[in-house]
């Protein structure tokens, strides 16, 4: 059976939990537990107010309804937001800044960022990248057997948009290169994250004290389809604590003929979802778009195509998706 997402009532805890699943307290592990060789039968994140049921243990037919449980949840799998499309030059990269800094106004800017956190959760970091040294870092891996190093290149390229600071040219590349940065990985190499993993990196994120966290991934929505309930949760519980989610809105369309709705989970009301701008400031033919109703709708749009930033290996290079996007305002948001 697949794990279960259990989203709990306000003030619920685990000794909640451990009722109702009938086993003992101490066997309900924190997010520290998540890559362990054994997972644990519930998988506890207190500052989110829900749990990973595996197995049984999630079972919606032995949860009350009338118990601590507010919402039951089959987890799912998401994929990263990244595509490669092509587009005719409006902005364009220079010697001193790429075209989403210029695009943004974030090159003309006096702010950095300084004094905000902003986490990244995604494929990992290559903390050893010279681009970021002396930075304030703190990186961490929810993959099982995996230590956080970037063997995909997604991760510290996001990262280097949200909050990179310049290639040994001297061309910036980084909204925010004042703020503190938490790398996350969340994505096993070749694989997809889960909600375990993407859950326990938000709660990881927000123990850190994080003000904005950038996920550019999805799970891919259908037309009527309702948004997933625990990102709503965990979305109004992170901004009670300060904190804002922005989430890839999706590469799934083609536009003008076919325009995917937004991607979960940033089609839950309380994420801001991203959609990608081309080097036109047009919408990128990738980009998914407001079809359903209910949650589903853009909030921003930002540079999405032909982003330049850090990659492993000291390297630098383009990349295109509503993946890209979304680091954009990741990095802007402490602007504000």
Known sequence: MPNTVLVLRDGADHHDLARIAGISPARIASS???????????????LLGMAIASGDYGDPERIPDDGPVLAVARERTYQLAETTPTAKPFFVDSPGATWGLAATGAIASHCTGKGA????LDTGFDAAHSDFANREILTRSFVR???????????????????????????????APGAALLAG?????????????ILGGIEWALQCG?????????????????YHAPYETVGRRALDLGCV??????????????????????????????AALDIQLEVAPFSNGAVNLEGGKIDVAAPGVLVYSSLPGNAHGLMSGTS???PHVAGLLPYG
């Open 145 to 175: 057997g995996e230590d956080v190093s970037d063997r995909n290149g997604h991760g510290t390229h996001c990262a280097g948009t949200a909050c990179g600071g310049s290639d040994p040219s001297g061309r910036r590349y980084g909204v």
């Open 324 to 326: 890209q996007a979304t």
């Open 117 to 120: 956190t902003v986490a990244v």
């Open 32 to 46: 520290d537990a998540i890559g362990d060789a054994e997972p644990p039968p519930l998988l506890y994140f207190p």
């Open 185 to 197: 990985k969340i994505f096993p190499v070749g694989g997809f994250a889960t909600d375990t993993t």
């Open 245 to 274: 989610i922005v989430a890839a809105a999706g590469n799934d369309s083609h536009r003008p003929e076919f325009v995917a709705p937004v991607a979960s989970p940033a089609d839950s009301p309380s994420i801001l979802a991203v």
């Open 210 to 226: 994080a003000q904005v966290i950038s996920l550019s991934l999805g799970s891919r929505s259908f037309p009527g389809q309702h």
